[in-house]
Structures are given as structure tokens and as C-alpha cells.
């Protein structure tokens, strides 16, 4: 089984911030010993730190501003504890994502919290970097049994959810560089007859019943909705999964009968997280996924997608809707995308420059009061506009098997890009037509100046052209 997943937005974090905020610092005036730019070892002073360097004091010496890089992790924790920190929120923030970097995980998530005290506007961020701490402490941890197979290993993908930064979590030796390709298993199942399907569907409800809640489950015409939500959101959430499949055959051309996954796909909606979690562990056998914010799962085009609602990790239901909803989209997009004809690999821009798409479209629809204000739509939107403000806009080549990871967010801020651009401003029947191509065996070169008509390097000035005009207004379309 291969899975996609996205990260929890976990609102303990709340807590934990909160709790980091009351935590007394360590009392300055004891001397640290530390080896030195001149390369002798002395105790010093500890006068002050930030992430240009700690200002220490050698006995009977005078100040000197030592680089962080100089120093070792264990002299750099150290210091820290005696240090008189920066009384900026940015330069507080600047200093906890390079303890991030270094792994100094606890003093990470002090100077996090101090930031988001002095200044509310960084909670996003410094949460985003929280959960990426929590996550990589628990991939971090020594294997029970030393023979435990590799693939229940977490998974690499991890989502952050609302107001958040997207990020696709790994351990500390697997590097970025992720095989794309084996999110998406082209091993073949046959579909299952009907008394198959009959067989499993009450055999999968038994087992829901064995992790709490009252669970339900309503047919519709491409899918199985199980959920453990109350009966009124129930029948609302069978309706949203009707209107996606409508939205993904509009934008990927896709008609009835052609090639999608076998039999109906089941989605499962679970009210608690920890619900979903004994599902993911116990049920779906991919302990992995437990720690991800919701996942789809594939076999071949034998596939299904689980979301959980968090209600008792959010102080409002309509939040904890639109993350449900938000997610589902996302997820349900790359299997559409991946399963619509034939299943051949696709670049990486693609998958998630779509899957963003979708999301970002259907969330702008469904919260007309918040218009623009996806705060993943909009981080993406002012990561292009700090780029430009550099001077600074790769190639397409360069970006094709971009995002390599959840937390290139360059990557995934030009994904989407590219594909607003391609989308918005030719026929809207070229895109599909250019996947299709590529699913026909065709490069995604040949297939993208078939489709559009255009050599792909004209594509990209238009584009170069498109993006600097667009990202002055921060790419609000109507």
C-alpha cells in the first residue's frame, strides 16, 4: 500500500506554546566553557544571543561576537541558557528556526513560543515549525523490534492544515529527495464483484465499530461515506464528495467510463482524531499514517482516503470543517489526477500545482467571507513576491520534479503558479488534453506544446511574464 497524507494541525500545540511561555529562563552570571575562533578553550561570560552569534567575554578579556556556525551544538545549548535573548518577535523567531535546523529541539521551541508572544501574526509559522518538531521527535525514536520491515516506517507526507505551512515530513537520514513515483503503486488488484464488495463493506463496518463512535455509511454513485459524525453532517459530507468528483471531471475532462479507480472508492470521515488514528494503526495496518492530518491510500487503482474532523483539537467546528474539506480535496485530487486514464507517472509540479488548485478553488467557495485568505494560498502568494523582489524566478526545468519535499514551499509555490497559469489563461480543454497525452506515453515537453500549440520555452516567457504582473496583487483573481 502506498500513501499520501497530510499533516495534523495539531491545536495541542496551543497548549504547549502557552506552557513554553511560562517557563522561567535560566538565570544569567554562570560562566560557559567553549572553544574559541582562536582556538583556545576558555570560560567565558555570556553576554547575549541571537542569530548573528553569542557575545561572550573570556575572563579578564573583552566582549567578542562568536558565530553560532563556530560553535558546537552542545556549546551553542550552553550558551543559551545564559544568554540575553533578542527583544524582537522577528529576531526571537529568526533564532528558534536555526535551533530548528540544528535538531536543538527544546530551545527551538522556547524562542518559538517568545515569538508568538511578542507578536501574534508569526502563531502560523511558529505552529507550522512546532508540528514539524513533534513529528520529527516521534520519527526520531529507536524501532521497538529491530527487524520491523520498512514499510511501516511513518510516511514521508505530512500536511498542515489550516492556518499553517504546507510540509512533507522526513527523518533525519532520508534526505528530501523522496521517490515520487512510489506514493502511487501500479501494482494490479481486480475490482471486487458485487458480493466482494457486499463482503467487505460489512466486514469494514464491524471493524469501524471497534473504535468508537456511532458509524454510518451512505452509498452514492462513485462512493462508500463512513463516518462517525452526527447523522445531519453525515449526509452533508456524502453530498461534498459528489461535488468534487463533478469539479475533477470538469477541470480533467474526465467522462463516465473511462479509466478511474476500481469499484466506488470509500472515504472515511472519523469525528476524533484519535479515532482515526486506531483506524490508521489497527484497521488500515499503516501505523505510519496516524501521524498525518489525513491520507489516501492506494493499491493499484484499488484505493480509499481517510479524514479526520479533529473536533477536539479546534475551539470551532467551522474550522474543523474547512480542514476536513480542505484536505479531502487535496487528497482526492491526486488520486483522480493519478487514476483518470492510464496510470503513468506524472512530474511533480503537477500533482500538488493541481491538488492546490482544487483546494484552493473550492475553499474560496465555500468561505466567501474569507475571498482570498487561505493562509496556505496566501503564504504561497508572498513567497513568489519575496522571490521577485530578489530578482529571482527559476526555470521550469528546474522546478519539473518540484516540490521534492513538504517543506519546499518554493516548490509548491510555483506548482501552483504554473498551473493557475495554464489553467486561466488558454481554452480550458488544454490542460487535460496534455495530460491525457502524457498518459498516452508522450513527455510532458511533446505533450505541453501539443496541447497548448506553443513551444514550451515561449510558454515560459509568457509565463515569467504572467507571474511578475500577477504576484503585484497577490494573484487575486476573479
Known amino acids: 500500500m502506498t500513501i499520501t497524507g497530510r499533516c495534523m494541525r495539531n491545536s495541542a500545540l496551543l497548549a504547549c506554546l502557552l506552557l513554553l511561555l511560562s517557563l522561567p529562563q535560566a538565570s544569567a552570571g554562570e560562566k560557559v566553557t567553549v572553544k574559541l575562533p582562536t582556538g583556545q578553550t576558555t570560560a567565558c561570560d555570556v553576554l547575549k544571543m541571537s542569530k548573528d552569534g553569542v557575545g561572550l567575554r573570556p575572563s579578564g578579556g573583552t566582549e567578542q561576537l562568536v558565530p553560532l556556525e563556530r560553535l558546537s551544538v552542545k556549546e551553542v545549548s550552553e550558551c543559551y541558557k545564559q544568554a540575553t535573548l533578542p527583544q524582537t518577535a522577528a529576531a526571537r523567531f529568526e533564532l528558534g528556526d536555526y535551533f530548528f535546523k540544528k535538531h536543538l529541539f527544546s530551545e527551538a521551541e522556547q524562542e518559538l513560543a517568545a515569538a508568538v508572544k511578542l507578536d501574534e501574526k508569526l502563531r502560523a509559522k511558529a505552529e507550522a515549525m512546532m508540528i514539524a518538531i513533534v513529528a520529527m521527535k516521534e520519527m526520531d525514536k529507536p524501532k521497538a523490534n529491530k527487524d520491523e520491515k520498512d514499510n511501516d516506517k511513518p510516511v514521508k507526507i505530512v500536511r498542515v492544515g489550516e492556518d499553517g505551512k504546507v510540509m512533507e515530513l522526513t527523518s533525519a537520514n532520508d534526505g528530501d529527495d523522496e521517490d515520487f513515483e512510489k506514493k502511487f503503486s501500479r501494482r494490479e488488484r481486480p475490482a471486487r464483484t458485487p458480493a466482494q464488495m457486499k463482503e467487505f463493506l460489512d466486514k469494514r463496518m464491524e471493524e469501524l465499530k471497534t473504535i468508537g463512535g456511532t458509524w454510518r455509511l451512505i452509498e452514492t454513485k462513485h462512493y462508500y461515506c463512513f463516518s462517525n459524525v452526527p447523522e445531519a453532517k453525515h449526509k452533508i459530507i456524502a453530498q461534498w464528495n459528489e461535488g468534487l468528483y463533478d469539479r475533477l471531471c470538469q477541470v480533467l475532462k474526465h467522462k463516465e467510463g473511462d479509466k478511474l479507480w ?217
Request: overall charge neutral.
Open 262 to 478: 476500481n469499484n466506488k472508492m470509500p472515504i472515511y470521515y472519523f469525528e476524533r482524531y484519535g479515532q482515526f488514528q486506531r483506524f490508521a494503526a489497527e484497521i488500515d495496518k499503516s501505523p505510519g499514517a496516524a501521524y498525518s492530518g489525513g491520507y489516501f491510500a492506494a493499491e493499484g487503482r484499488d484505493v480509499h482516503i481517510c479524514i479526520p474532523f479533529m473536533t477536539e483539537r479546534f475551539n470551532s467546528e467551522k474550522r474543523a470543517d474547512r480542514m476536513a474539506r480542505n484536505t479531502l480535496h487535496h487528497e482526492c485530487t491526486h488520486a483522480f489526477l493519478q487514476l483518470t486514464g492510464e496510470d503513468v507517472q506524472l512530474n511533480r509540479w503537477l500533482h500538488e500545482g493541481l491538488a492546490q488548485f482544487i483546494e484552493f478553488w473550492y475553499d474560496r467557495e465555500n468561505n466567501p467571507d474569507m475571498r482570498e485568505n487561505n493562509p496556505e494560498r496566501k503564504e504561497r502568494a508572498t513567497y513568489i513576491q519575496q522571490l521577485l523582489a530578489k530578482n529571482y524566478l527559476p526555470t521550469w526545468e528546474k522546478m519539473k520534479n518540484r516540490p521534492m519535499s513538504g517543506m519546499d514551499i518554493e516548490g509548491y509555490a510555483f506548482a501552483w503558479t504554473k498551473l493557475e497559469f495554464l489553467y486561466r489563461n488558454f481554452d480550458n480543454q488544454k490542460l487535460p488534453q496534455m495530460i491525457k497525452l502524457i498518459k498516452s506515453g508522450k513527455s510532458e515537453d511533446e505533450a505541453m506544446q501539443q496541447a497548448f500549440g506553443f513551444p514550451v520555452q515561449k510558454l515560459e516567457e509568457g509565463y515569467r511574464i504572467w507571474v511578475k504582473a500577477n504576484a503585484k496583487n497577490g494573484f487575486k483573481f476573479e
